[in-house]
């Protein structure tokens, strides 16, 4: 039966492929595709997994026998029994047996993927001592995944990707079809797993537009819905979906009529996609000689090649956390960062670099072991430079890489979520530390333009004293918003609220470009607000001449650009920005 999960639209376009439903946690595993002649080996790496942890649990069952009551109660035998049950039990080895075969999934896939199945059946029960025997199904895969881990996988990753876009596809029911993720969630670290999958979408139950896990979503540009609630409950393993990334919907078990209407709109987009290409070597100029700078924010240093492609004409914001991230707390070092900021500078081909010193905290843990559970409202915690300069030594570490890459090209260094004077002069003068101890090392580098994200209001109600101290501003309206409203922009529940044009927001953002203007200060927006086509007009007319945006929409910015007069905009917007009701006022 046909039915529709509304959600948050985040990545536009359409994907259309059979659910891949995802656990919580389980996003972390590889994803992809073994040849037909590696089938049976790959089988084979989890019979011997699964044969591995049957044994230690003999093991430890026969231990436990000589032992008393005390130090083996009953309840833990019992329990080695039920994991034992559960291992042996014909239906995970033969549900695993299938994804490889039938879909040449590799072991890891699989195995979740059969917890999956088996975890729904569990949910299903009754009764409610068999229920929470789910719990002790996912134990058991855990310990097969872990035993795994330390196998060599006989088949050679990374994965080939396969995105078919033809509706007609659905009528072939071999394994060449487009997948796409379901998920309760996903952490940005996850996501950025993703960004060489086989996935041609993505469904989360939870997130609103401008959390990390959409923003990366949005980087790897293909359609993708949050904030889908239950999304993840509703959608079994294996059935047909349609995401449509524009609208925000998941249609499962699409009817013809339906497939046929989205098969149409999938081929519409592809067309447009194909008429903006022609725009890539367009100099971005409006109708009346306006310069404008349309500028890539990345995630990695080989999304350089993604933003040169786009046509962007430099990156406006490296968002170095990533290279952070999922490493179970282990730091890179200055080499690591060096190379890597090193390569998205020369990647950049002599066009500016902006790097961003390490934003982690919030939505954006280090790991998934060390989401801030602790801390109340970690949104308001030691996230971005705060935690920075409570890790002097790290912060000076990447201080160091950065002011060394900077050798290979124009570099801009770029500090996230300044709020005080104390924090800019400890900032600046941790800056010059790191420079003289690379001078006392004798290693060479290179000038830095010095800049500071303007996204928490106390930042952009003190604007004078940021401009005293730094050559550029970027103004991060994700944050912004978020701040200025009172919005964890990361919760589905007030996403509603999360309104880029209110009056407060506009007033922030309009003085900020005003004021640099007015002192003949570089700045730019990196929030997600310049790269959507709604708000380029009105950013033109407050006078902003750089925008920085995920790599996919560059064209389609420009192409609004091309089309603005920026001095005939300048007293709407103005208009818009003094309006009650500025969503309003922007449509006139
Ligand atoms: C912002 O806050 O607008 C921004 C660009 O930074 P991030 O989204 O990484 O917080
Ligand atoms: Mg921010």
Not at 189 to 205: C, E, P, R
Not at 266 to 287: M, S, Y
């Amino acid at each position: 039966m046909t039915f529709a999960v509304h959600g948050i639209a985040v990545a536009r376009g359409i994907a259309i492929g059979r659910a891949v439903v995802v656990g919580s946690g389980r996003a972390d595993v590889a994803h992809y595709f073994v040849k037909p002649h590696e089938i049976e080996a790959e089988i084979e790496r989890v019979r011997v997994g699964r044969d591995a942890v049957v044994e230690e649990i003999q093991r430890l069952q026969h231990t436990i026998t000589g032992m008393g009551p005390k130090e083996a109660p009953h309840e833990l035998s019992a329990l080695l029994d039920v994991h034992l049950m559960l291992l042996q039990d014909e239906e995970l080895i033969d549900g695993v047996k299938h994804w490889i075969s039938e879909r040449l999934y590799n072991a890891e896939w699989a195995l979740t993927t059969q917890l999956e199945v088996l975890a729904r059946q569990f949910d299903d029960m009754e009764d409610d001592y068999l229920r929470e025997r789910k719990a002790d199904l996912e134990q058991v895969a855990e310990r097969i995944l872990r035993y795994m881990k330390g196998m060599a996988s006989p088949v050679a990753q990374p994965p080939t990707p396969r995105r078919k876009t033809q509706q007609d596809l659905l009528l072939d029911d071999s394994v060449d079809v487009p997948l796409v993720l379901v998920a309760h969630d996903l952490s940005p670290a996850d996501m950025l797993q993703f960004k060489q999958s086989v996935f041609a979408g993505f469904v989360t139950d939870v997130g609103g537009k401008t959390s990390h896990t959409a923003i990366v979503a949005r980087s790897l540009d293909i359609p993708a819905v949050v904030g889908a609630r239950s999304a993840s409950q509703l959608v079994r393993q294996d059935d047909w979906v349609i995401i449509d990334g524009d609208a925000g919907v998941m249609i499962v078990d699409p009817s013809p009529i339906i497939l046929a209407e989205y098969g149409f709109k999938q081929r519409q987009a592809e067309l447009e996609r194909g008429r903006l290409g022609r725009l890539r070597h367009t100099p971005a100029v409006t109708l009346d000689g306006q310069k404008v700078e349309l500028l890539a924010n990345i995630e990695l240093p080989e999304d350089a090649a993604t933003a040169l492609k786009a046509g962007a004409a430099g990156v406006g914001l490296f968002r170095s956390e990533f290279l952070f991230m999922g490493r179970k707390g282990r730091m890179p070092d200055e080499e690591e960062q060096y190379l890597g900021y090193r390569r998205a500078v020369e990647g950049m081909e002599g066009m500016p670099v902006t790097i961003r010193t390490v934003d982690v905290g919030a939505d954006k843990p280090l790991d998934e072991s060390r989401r801030d559970a602790a801390h109340l409202n970690p949104a308001l915690g030691l996230r971005a430079i705060r935690w920075s300069l409570s890790e002097p030594e790290m912060f000076r570490t990447q201080l160091r890489a950065i002011l060394r890459a900077a050798v290979h090209g124009p570099v801009n260094l770029l500090v996230p979520m300044l709020a005080h004077g104390s924090e800019i002069r400890q900032t600046l003068s941790l800056i010059d530390f790191a420079r003289a101890e690379l001078d006392n090392r004798g290693v060479a580098y290179g000038p830095v333009r010095i800049g500071a994200m303007i996204e928490i209001p106390a930042a952009a109600l003190s604007l004078r004293t940021f401009l005293k101290y730094f050559d550029f501003l970027s103004i991060g309206t994700n944050d912004l918003i978020q701040y200025t409203l009172a919005i964890d922009r990361a919760d589905e529940s007030v996403a509603h609220l999360y309104d880029p044009c209110h009056p407060a927001v506009l007033g922030l953002v309009a003085d900020t470009i005003a004021e640099c203007r007015r002192q003949g200060k570089d700045v730019a927006v990196c929030g997600e607000m310049a790269g959507d086509v709604q708000f380029t007009r009105l950013l033109l007319g407050l006078g902003l001449r750089s925008f920085s945006m995920h790599p996919a929409q560059i064209l389609a910015v420009k192409q609004e650009v091309l089309r603005a007069d920026a001095a005939r905009l300048e007293p709407w917007a103005r208009a818009v920005v003094a309006s009650d009701d500025p969503s309003q006022a922007l449509e006139s």
